[in-house]
């Protein structure tokens, strides 16, 4: 495989940007910065492609996959929002905070590891958002590096690991971030923190 470099440290090229969702569409894999470290990400709705991600990262198949989306409107067509939810979503995204959320049945069991719930997130970043807004579902997502390893932040840090084996990677500088977000969820109406990230949780 050919792997695409697309650069977009200046700005987004429109031609580029429409050859990246035919690629996701037909179930490829592309890399994209966020404003946390860089993303591999596939159509999360095409087992196919998602099993393209657990290969590529090495990736036990018992630890699922999260999404990214650009709204809360692509998030409620995927998974069930409740009230205390909902108050984390408005405060904390776009921005570096996952929340699990109980999964609708379009989610597919291969994404979440058979898990009834599913990790999602808005990222404040503008590449990522122009790419997620063209999209009808979310994109599941994951860290671009091999599991274990050090998650990515720069394009140099993807060339020996994904050159060859993704569609895409579209270079948008270094992370603003550089450290993978945090993840919420929450239980009997108490907040709790899977993994700690840039955001605390302090209300």
Known sequence: MKTLFYDWKENIN???????????????VVIFPTDTVYGVAANSLDETAIKKLFDLKERNDNKPICVLTSSVDKIKKIAY???????????????????????????????????????????????????????????????????????????????????GKVDIIIDGGISDLKVSSTIVKVDNDEIKVLRQGTIKITD
């Open 81 to 163: 929002v409740r009230d205390e939810e909902q108050k984390i979503i408005d405060k904390y995204m776009p921005g570096a905070l996952t929340i699990i959320l109980d999964k609708k049945e379009i989610v597919s069991d291969v994404l979440t590891s058979g898990l009834k719930t599913v990790g999602v997130r808005i990222p404040n970043n503008e590449i990522a958002l122009r790419i997620l807004d063209k999209l009808e579902y979310p994109l599941a997502t994951t860290s671009a590096n091999i599991s274990g390893m050090e998650a990515a932040v720069k394009k140099e840090d993807l060339i020996k690991e994904f050159e």
């Open 14 to 28: 429109a031609e580029e940007l429409e050859n990246v969702i035919k690629v996701i569409v037909d179930g490829g």
